[in-house]
């Protein structure tokens, strides 16, 4: 689940897109999004940097307007707002939510990855790589948020190990499943479960425990670990 950054100060850069609640100013309510929330990019060409208001599609909402009229403060070092929601956002169509995804200079390199041991692995080879995980939560369509995840972010597993008799379709999951402290408990209890039902197998969850605060949970990818 996202945290919302709303209520934050946010400083942001030229060249960022964020999804912000745009402000009640006179221009924003002319263009008729005071108010709404909607992706904002900071502008790079211009003498000074502006704020252009972006539609679903990534084309612009009429055009760039001065920053506080889209309710950034700037000052003579830097931009930031109260009003952004989440930051880090593109226009991604293709995005599958809850992946990881590997970037290098800004630039994504792989294709997704479900469990986030992998897309560390990925990234440890490549030259600045780093990891960003897809939000599509409380975002307009086609966008998504790829959320930096430290590449030392802590992992921790949880286990399954699960009993099935095909027949019935009844399930049965160890009672003792909370207490499985490696794999070797969990497939060991998948394979007395799978004697007695017909059918089990065993799973390591990783839950990752990013150390920036800004995700500080997320599901990093099931593994099978035995089934039989």
Do not use: C
């Not at 990891?131 to 430290?150: G, L, M, N, Y």
């Amino acid at each position: 689940m996202s945290v919302s950054l709303l209520g934050r100060k946010t400083i942001v850069r030229p060249g960022d897109t964020v999804l912000m609640r745009i402000a009640h100013s006179e221009v924003a309510r002319d263009m008729r999004v005071a108010g709404k929330l909607m992706p904002v990019r900071i502008t790079t060409g211009s003498r000074a940097p502006m704020a252009q208001i972006l539609g679903d599609y990534a084309h612009p909402f009429g055009g760039a307007v001065h920053l506080g009229e889209a309710g950034f403060f700037s000052g003579t070092e830097e931009i930031h707002s109260d009003a952004i929601v989440a930051t880090h956002l593109a226009w991604a169509p293709t995005a599958a939510p809850g992946k990881f995804y590997v970037f290098t200079d800004g630039h994504r390199i792989a294709d997704p990855f479900a469990r986030f041991e992998d897309a560390r692995d990925e990234a440890r080879k490549v030259v600045r790589g780093e990891i960003r995980w897809a939000d599509r939560s409380h975002i307009p369509s086609f966008w998504v948020r790829f959320a930096p995840v430290s590449l030392d972010a802590k992992v921790s597993y949880s286990y399954e190990a699960q009993g099935r008799n095909g027949e019935s379709r009844a399930t049965l999951m160890s009672e003792k499943y909370k207490d499985f402290t490696s794999d070797e408990q969990a497939i060991d209890a998948a394979k007395q479960l799978a004697a007695a039902w017909g059918y089990g197998y065993a799973a390591r969850d990783a839950h990752v425990l990013d150390d920036t605060g800004a995700e500080p949970y997320l599901f990093g990818g099931r593994r099978m670990l035995w089934k039989g």
